[in-house]
Structures are given as C-alpha cells and as structure tokens.
C-alpha cells in the first residue's frame, strides 16, 4: 500500500536544530495532507505540525515559532525543520499521510516507524 520512512532524528542539545525527513512510497495516487505526531514517553501520540497538498501548514501552539513544516509533492516527502529545540521536545516523532492508494482508490491514514529525537539539557 503505502510506506512512510522518517529520518533525521537524533540526539541534541538545547537551542540546536534539527531537519526530519518522512518519504511516502508505495501504489500512491494521491497525497492529500500529510503531519507529523510525536509520543514522548508516558504520554499519548500528539499532532503538533500538518500541511495541505496546497501547502497551508498548521502548528500546535508548543512549536508554532519554532517548527516548521514543508513538502515536496513531487517528491512524496514531507520536511520538519526544528529550530530552538528544547528538551520537552523529546519524543519519538512519527508522520502521517492521508493518501489514495491506486489498488482500491480508497483513502486511509498512513504512518512511519517513527524516529527518536532526543534534546539534552
């Protein structure tokens, strides 16, 4: 169906920047918005960034001013670039994209395996 592949996570120190990465891949028809989601641990998967597929983002309040969320349509790959990070941002961050598969011409929610990012104090 659909495969989602983040990348760009690591270990950090305050005030650093990171740049995620999550490439779409499979029997794809079309991409429609695509976000990303993070869990840290003992808490509950959150939305904190999502893009249309005309490219109008979206910010959870925590990030807004420091994240910022972009894709490449022609490219099925969604970007987070992470300025100012802080360790409350330490989770495991995961996209999503709602997509059409060409199998079934159905929509449904996809997601990545997730990558860590750790920010130290």
């Known amino acids: 169906q659909v495969q989602l592949v983040e990348s760009g996570g690591g270990l950090v120190q305050t005030g650093d920047s990171l740049r995620l990465s999550c490439v779409a891949s499979?029997?794809?028809?079309?991409?429609?918005?695509m976000g990303w989601y993070r869990q840290a641990p003992g808490k509950q998967r959150e939305f904190f960034a999502g893009?249309?597929?005309?490219?109008?983002?979206n910010y959870a309040d925590s990030v807004k001013g420091r994240f910022t969320i972009s894709r490449d349509n022609a490219k099925n790959t969604v970007y987070l670039q992470m300025n100012s990070l802080k360790p409350e941002d330490t989770a495991v961050y995961y996209c999503?994209?709602?997509?059409?598969?060409?199998?079934?011409?159905?929509?449904?929610?996809?997601w990545g395996q997730g990558t860590q990012v750790t920010v130290s104090s």
């Open positions: 999503k994209a709602r997509a059409v598969v060409i199998t079934t011409m159905s929509e449904g929610d996809y």
């Open positions: 499979g029997s794809i028809w079309r991409i429609s918005s």
């Open positions: 893009i249309t597929s005309g490219g109008s983002p």
